[in-house]
């Protein structure tokens, strides 16, 4: 069994800094009262990165790329506490944190000795100061955000964190906290909200308000290091990776490693479940929990002043069993599953209406949509597809878990014609995703949702706006159980809302383009035999937030 010693973190921070704030600076010699800006601050760990680790935050511009040499700071104790102050930030702003150095081993209660790196995305509104923590799970949230995003999400609306980003993050979140057999939801200070590893301390199962996720996140932790030095990956960052990729192409968790090591088939996955039930014994929770409270014992110790020793509560073994093993069976399940396929329902869908006809389209593996025969009038376009739920252990589409998933609506539609400047972007959230365990899948908007939307007019003018309450008629499900979504009806509410009628653009006839995508969900294009899985995943687009199809719609 090798050892994995001495880790190197590097965290990429997605940071919203609401800050109403011009020239803001530092005294350049160092000393001095420290004006505006945003101080960002929280927990580095793996487990934790101990005293006197080396931090540096970065600006960074629209494509993600570091503005400067950054701004240094230390970890203040052996909890990995950091806090660093960031001065010229002005709004929105992506901050990456990039972090060195050695961290507790909870398997062992002994520090690391060896090096690796892992990254991590995490959104939090700074007003002025935030709280940002570096985790397994906001390490995989990351990359799997990233490559739901193609990559190109920082490059949206001059690279800064939009309501847009937020919601497909949150989804991220949701979506890795699933694989990895944890609530969507946590407790707060605020009640219950989404799931968001940023704010999850791995020091902190007792906390009387993030108790149970910090404990999920612990054993998950556990279950991941343990995992990782007993498979084929080099290091722990390597397997992280791995699992990453897993959860975003919706395989068995381990089928990413097997296959970059050209293992046999399931050997991983097999590693996994070895890991879950060894770090589920009663024997090792006590183990783990015991390293625990010696390091928080024998920290107080080294670091008397330290602010936040005193805000980390012992733990006890007894309390912490009850929600550390049903975690560890739940990824036992997930290890066996395609996590989160869905397919339209023999890779077509209608376009048109009850009244006035449909016209079929069929869906590449691309996402491509291009029409059949008929005709599409203006006004009359909702759009009608039956999805199939893939996310059962063999992929067949026939049964699987009862699941709800909150998502966006992500739509673009532009003019064809290279002389119409009209065009619509936008998304609504919250989407209700549901799974019924036997294939089917149905969706609803709660009247509450929101549509946000930005466009141009037929004379070149650009108006953004949201859209409160949306009317539950937008999206409905039919008799024959397909998902109608009134496009006609949503650029109505859009129109309404901005007073430009020429918004509404398919209530007049020409050519449009089109893309549409759920955020944060795999969608894809299901085989030549009905129900015998997903043949592959369509494309992400930043624009709609998700995987999408597109195409050319023409209305008369």
Request: overall charge neutral.
């Amino acid at each position: 069994m090798r050892s994995i010693s001495k880790f190197t973190w590097v965290m990429l921070i997605l940071a919203v800094v609401s800050l109403a704030m011009i020239g803001c600076r530092q005294n350049p010699q160092g000393g001095g009262a420290t004006t505006g800006g945003t101080t960002i601050s929280g927990f580095v760990q793996k487990g934790p990165f101990i005293k006197g680790t080396t931090v540096l935050a970065f600006m960074l511009d629209a494509y993600a790329n570091r503005i400067g040499a950054g701004i240094p700071t230390t970890t203040t104790d052996d909890l990995g506490s950091y806090s660093v102050h960031l001065p010229n930030t002005v709004g929105n702003d992506l901050i990456e944190i990039e972090v060195t150095g050695t961290y507790l081993d909870e398997n062992t209660g002994l520090p690391s000795t060896g090096t690796g790196t892992g990254i991590g995305l995490l959104p939090v509104i700074v007003a002025p100061t935030g709280k940002l923590n570096v985790n397994d799970g906001s390490s995989i949230v990351t990359t799997v955000f990233k490559a739901q995003t193609n990559n190109k999400l920082l490059m949206l609306q001059g690279g800064k964190f939009t309501a847009q980003t937020k919601f497909n993050l949150q989804n991220a979140n949701k979506q890795v906290g699933t694989a990895l057999g944890m609530s969507a939801t946590m407790n707060s200070a605020a009640g219950l909200v989404p799931l968001d590893f940023s704010q999850l301390n791995v020091l902190a199962p007792a906390d009387p308000t993030l108790g149970t996720a910090n404990t999920q996140l612990l054993a998950v932790s556990a279950m991941i290091l343990d995992a990782a030095l007993n498979s084929n990956a080099a290091t722990v960052d390597t397997f992280i990776t791995a699992l990453a990729q897993d959860i975003y192409t919706g395989v068995k968790l381990g089928t990413t490693l097997d296959t970059q090591q050209t293992s046999a088939p399931g050997t991983t996955t097999t590693i996994i479940i070895q890991s879950q039930q060894k770090v589920a014994q009663a024997t090792n929770v006590t183990k783990v929990i015991n390293n625990i409270n010696t390091f928080i014992t024998n920290n107080a110790a080294n670091n008397p002043t330290a602010p936040t020793v005193t805000s980390v509560t012992v733990v006890n073994v007894a309390n912490v069993t009850t929600t550390f093993n049903p975690v560890i069976t739940q990824i036992n399940n997930q290890s066996n599953t395609i996590l989160r396929g869905f397919g339209i329902a023999n890779n077509s869908f209608d376009v048109g209406s009850a009244a006035t006809g449909f016209v079929t389209y069929n869906v590449a593996a691309d996402g491509v949509a291009t029409a059949g025969n008929g005709t599409i009038t203006a006004n009359n376009v909702k759009v009608n597809l039956t999805f199939k739920d893939y996310s059962n252990a063999g992929g067949t589409g026939a049964t699987g878990a009862k699941a709800t998933y909150v998502t966006t609506l992500g739509f673009a539609i532009a003019a064809s014609a290279a002389n119409d400047s009209r065009a619509m972007t936008g998304y609504i959230y919250p989407l209700n995703i549901t799974a019924d365990g036997n294939g089917g899948v149905t969706a609803v908007i709660p009247t509450t949702a929101q549509l946000n939307f930005s466009g141009t007019t037929a004379t070149g003018v650009v108006v953004t706006g949201t859209v409160p309450n949306l009317a539950i008629n937008t999206i409905s499900n039919n008799t024959a159980g397909a998902v109608v979504v009134d496009m006609n009806q949503i650029l109505k509410s859009i129109q309404n809302s901005a007073n430009q009628p020429s918004l509404n653009v398919l209530a007049t006839t020409g050519s449009f383009k089109f893309s549409f995508g759920l955020g944060g969900l795999n969608i894809g294009s299901e085989k030549a035999t009905t129900g015998t899985g997903l043949a592959s995943f369509f494309p992400t687009n930043p624009i709609v937030g998700g995987r999408n199809v597109s195409g050319t719609i023409v209305t008369n």
